[in-house]
Structure formats: structure tokens, C-alpha cells
């Protein structure tokens, strides 16, 4: 079963893997962002992303925004998920998980109701995003209940002033332990899980990698929430061991994966639309 990737949903896939398993998981749900809904729709992404191509924001899919309730409907989703990460993994194994920001408490919440202990919250530093806060000037000269005088004046107060959407700099990567099973030397001795490799160095909670650069990118399907490889091949190599199983249970385009290989560590996953299952198999040739 182990460095195989399966075309599956999942809640479908995660029940046929045994107890204790997994020496360690490292993944990136969906963010439960609004043109998500409950279901992954890649056609539907797919057309947002290309309208995106003439917007301010080229990176994201029109019309993706953040809505409190989304951050609900996003815990509830990663529950059931969750509670067979915990089934599956090893006693001290470490779950690792990307959350957006603004619901990453959410995440957090389904991991520790489900029986994980959080340990730390990480971040990915990419270096500084692109603006996303608007000025309000055009807002105010398309508002008809102002007159002419009050808009002038209007505009004159907040020419400072933008929509709260400050220049994003980092994605949170909760780092989450299944308890151990005894002391921290009992449960490596029978698990070989629970330590984390320092190799002399100071492991700091914000690992500094660029997104992904235009090579990495060029692949035959692209992947809205792609992460770098070399960013993964430091998480894994500092919270797994060689030849250790990973899972990552949300495919995508298959990075994780290839980190597991470029690491040597074994891999095992699935990916529900059939198109990126596809493109995860090809980069794995």
C-alpha cells in the first residue's frame, strides 16, 4: 500500500488504512474559502482562476473571500478526517496541517477534538503578499445620498484610509502529536515517533521558502494551492525519520509526494479529482 497514490475521496480512502500506520502526516486541506463550498468543483476553480488572469489579484480564483461561517462548515468537514488521522497514526507521530490564516483556529479545534495535542503553530514565511485592501475613494463618489461638498470632505478624511486586508506574509501550519504511548524515550524506543530533528541546528517555528517558482509551476495542471518543495523536504525531514511512511491526504499536485521521494521516506496518499491524480502520477515517473 505504502508509495502508492489512490483516486479517492478521502473519507473514503482513510478507513482502509490500519491502526497505527502513519509515522507522520503532512497536508493542506481546502480552506473552506467560498467557491469551495463543501465540494471540490475544479471545473468551476478552474474558470475563476482564469478570470483572475485580468484582476488585482492574479494569484487567487474571482470572487474567493472569507466568510466566518466557511470557517464553521471547514471544521466540521476535517472532523471525520481527523479522528481517522488519529486512529492511524503512531503514538507520538506529528500531524502537520496548512490552515489559512483566518480559520486556522477552526483547524486547530478539530485536531484537539479529535484527540491530538498541539504542540506548536508554525509558519510558512513566502515574504511579503500582495496588497489586497482597496481604497474607498471610489466608494464614495458612487455613493448618491452624498452630495457633492460631503464626498469632497468625505474623501479628504480617509484618503488614508483602506478595506482592513493588510499585505499578507505567512500561512499557519499547525504542528499537532498524537500522546504519547508512555515516557518520550518508551514511546521512540517502540514507535520510533515523537522527536524532532535538530541536526545541530535551532528549529525555529517560521521556515522562510519562496512560493513556488516558475518551474515547479510548470506542470500540465496547475494547482491553485501549490506549496514549495523545498519547504515540505524540510518539514518532513525535521519531523519524520528516513523511511518512515507520510501521508498526505489531500493530493493536490502531488509535492508532498515528490518531497517524500527527494527525502527518502515512503509516501502514501490519495487525491479525489481525476485530473490531478493523473498529473501526481506522471511527476512521480
Given at each position: 500500500m505504502?508509495?502508492?497514490?489512490?483516486?479517492?475521496?478521502?473519507?473514503?480512502?482513510?478507513?482502509?488504512i490500519?491502526?497505527?500506520?502513519?509515522?507522520?502526516?503532512?497536508?493542506?486541506?481546502?480552506?473552506?474559502?467560498?467557491?469551495?463550498?463543501?465540494?471540490?468543483?475544479?471545473?468551476?476553480?478552474?474558470?475563476?482562476?482564469?478570470?483572475?488572469?485580468?484582476?488585482t489579484?492574479?494569484?487567487?480564483?474571482?470572487?474567493?473571500?472569507?466568510?466566518?461561517?466557511?470557517?464553521?462548515?471547514?471544521?466540521?468537514?476535517?472532523?471525520?478526517?481527523?479522528?481517522?488521522?488519529?486512529?492511524?497514526?503512531?503514538?507520538?507521530?506529528?500531524?502537520?496541517?496548512?490552515?489559512?490564516?483566518?480559520?486556522s483556529?477552526?483547524?486547530?479545534?478539530?485536531?484537539?477534538?479529535?484527540?491530538?495535542?498541539?504542540?506548536?503553530?508554525?509558519?510558512?514565511?513566502?515574504?511579503?503578499?500582495?496588497?489586497?485592501?482597496?481604497?474607498?475613494?471610489?466608494?464614495?463618489?458612487?455613493?448618491?445620498?452624498?452630495?457633492?461638498?460631503?464626498?469632497?470632505?468625505?474623501?479628504?478624511?480617509?484618503?488614508?484610509?483602506?478595506?482592513?486586508?493588510?499585505?499578507?506574509?505567512?500561512?499557519?501550519i499547525?504542528?499537532?502529536?498524537?500522546?504519547?504511548?508512555?515516557?518520550?524515550?518508551?514511546?521512540?524506543?517502540?514507535?520510533?515517533?515523537?522527536?524532532?530533528?535538530?541536526?545541530?541546528?535551532?528549529?525555529?517555528?517560521?521556515?522562510?521558502?519562496?512560493?513556488?517558482?516558475?518551474?515547479?509551476?510548470?506542470?500540465?495542471?496547475?494547482?491553485?494551492?501549490?506549496?514549495?518543495?523545498?519547504?515540505?523536504?524540510?518539514?518532513?525531514?525535521?519531523?519524520?525519520?528516513?523511511?518512515?511512511?507520510?501521508?498526505?491526504?489531500?493530493?493536490?499536485?502531488?509535492?508532498?509526494?515528490?518531497?517524500?521521494?527527494?527525502?527518502?521516506?515512503?509516501?502514501?496518499?490519495?487525491?479525489?479529482?481525476?485530473?490531478?491524480?493523473?498529473?501526481?502520477?506522471?511527476?512521480?515517473?
Amino acid at each position: 500500500m505504502i508509495n502508492r497514490i489512490f483516486n479517492e475521496d478521502c473519507k473514503i480512502f482513510l478507513p482502509k488504512i490500519n491502526d497505527n500506520f502513519i509515522d507522520m502526516i503532512l497536508t493542506d486541506p481546502p480552506y473552506g474559502l467560498d467557491v469551495m463550498g463543501s465540494e471540490w468543483n475544479s471545473e468551476k476553480i478552474d474558470g475563476l482562476i482564469e478570470k483572475s488572469k485580468n484582476s488585482t489579484i492574479k494569484g487567487l480564483p474571482v470572487g474567493m473571500k472569507f466568510n466566518p461561517e466557511d470557517a464553521i462548515k471547514l471544521q466540521s468537514f476535517l472532523e471525520p478526517i481527523f479522528k481517522e488521522y488519529y486512529r492511524i497514526m503512531k503514538p507520538g507521530g506529528f500531524c502537520l496541517v496548512f490552515s489559512q490564516s483566518r480559520s486556522s483556529h477552526r483547524v486547530a479545534l478539530a485536531l484537539e477534538n479529535n484527540g491530538f495535542e498541539i504542540r506548536e503553530q508554525l509558519f510558512w514565511d513566502y515574504g511579503l503578499g500582495q496588497q489586497k485592501a482597496q481604497s474607498v475613494e471610489n466608494f464614495i463618489k458612487k455613493n448618491k445620498k452624498l452630495s457633492d461638498d460631503e464626498k469632497k470632505i468625505l474623501s479628504e478624511e480617509l484618503k488614508y484610509k483602506k478595506t482592513p486586508q493588510l499585505a499578507p506574509k505567512f500561512e499557519t501550519i499547525w504542528l499537532a502529536q498524537k500522546p504519547k504511548d508512555g515516557s518520550t524515550i518508551e514511546n521512540y524506543i517502540k514507535w520510533k515517533t515523537g522527536l524532532v530533528n535538530f541536526n545541530n541546528e535551532t528549529v525555529k517555528v517560521s521556515f522562510e521558502f519562496s512560493k513556488p517558482n516558475i518551474k515547479e509551476r510548470d506542470l500540465k495542471y496547475k494547482h491553485p494551492t501549490q506549496k514549495p518543495i523545498k519547504l515540505l523536504e524540510e518539514l518532513i525531514k525535521r519531523f519524520s525519520n528516513e523511511s518512515n511512511v507520510v501521508l498526505d491526504s489531500f493530493g493536490g499536485s502531488g509535492s508532498t509526494y515528490v518531497a517524500c521521494k527527494n527525502k527518502n521516506r515512503n509516501y502514501i496518499g490519495c487525491e479525489i479529482d481525476p485530473r490531478y491524480f493523473e498529473m501526481i502520477e506522471e511527476r512521480l515517473k
